[in-house]
């Protein structure tokens, strides 16, 4: 959100996190001439509601640690709280493709998780299934692959 609004002087945001990431983020960024943009909330997605009548909600990197239930749940819960003509966008590692060469150690604690990395296919379905429109991917490949995708909620 820092780098962001660094960029945007215009931009406001808040980042819904457990409370010891809220706050270790208030932490950096409080000395930051942008910090009084930039406000947190302490809660657990899981069981907490979330706030209303946002323009944009990210899930970056977030949507892989949760059993594919629990993503989807998450995924609702944002729906809910946009606003009409909102954006969701998800950035998530994708699926390893392991080749027939050993990846590198450097991999290794990503490659834990590889039963986690979906598809994007598994979000694009949900996002059209609520109604969303202008559903984007993108692929980026990055030290393994990751992808972009963007959705438009109905109604702005």
Same mark, same amino acid.
């Given at each position: 959100?820092?780098?962001?609004?660094?960029?945007?002087?215009?931009?406001?945001?808040?980042?819904?996190?457990?409370?010891?990431?809220?706050?270790?983020?208030?932490?950096?960024?409080?000395?930051?001439?942008?910090?009084?943009?930039?406000?947190?909330?302490?809660?657990?997605? +899981? =069981?907490?509601?979330? &706030?209303?009548? @946002?323009?944009?909600?990210?899930?970056?990197?977030?949507?892989? *640690?949760?059993?594919? #239930?629990?993503?989807?749940?998450?995924?609702?819960?944002?729906?809910?709280?946009?606003?009409?003509?909102?954006?969701?966008?998800?950035?998530?590692?994708?699926?390893?493709?392991?080749?027939?060469?050993?990846?590198?150690?450097?991999?290794?604690?990503?490659?834990?998780?590889? +039963? =986690?990395?979906?598809? &994007?296919?598994? @979000?694009?379905?949900?996002?059209?299934?609520?109604?969303?429109? *202008?559903?984007?991917? #993108?692929?980026?490949?990055?030290?393994?692959?990751?992808?972009?995708?963007?959705?438009?909620?109905?109604?702005?």
């Amino acid at each position: 959100m820092l780098q962001l609004c660094r960029h945007h002087s215009e931009l406001r945001g808040t980042v819904l996190d457990l409370p010891l990431v809220c706050e270790i983020g208030m932490e950096h960024v409080l000395a930051e001439p942008e910090h009084p943009r930039i406000s947190f909330i302490k809660a657990d997605v +899981r =069981s907490d509601p979330l &706030p209303l009548g @946002y323009d944009l909600i990210t899930f970056k990197s977030m949507l892989h *640690d949760w059993p594919a #239930q629990e993503a989807r749940q998450f995924i609702d819960k944002a729906a809910r709280s946009l606003s009409p003509g909102g954006m969701l966008l998800i950035f998530e590692r994708g699926p390893f493709q392991i080749e027939d060469a050993a990846p590198p150690m450097s991999m290794l604690p990503l490659l834990l998780f590889f +039963r =986690s990395y979906r598809a &994007p296919d598994n @979000y694009v379905s949900q996002l059209q299934a609520l109604g969303f429109r *202008d559903v984007g991917q #993108q692929e980026i490949q990055l030290d393994s692959r990751f992808f972009l995708i963007t959705a438009r909620k109905p109604g702005g």
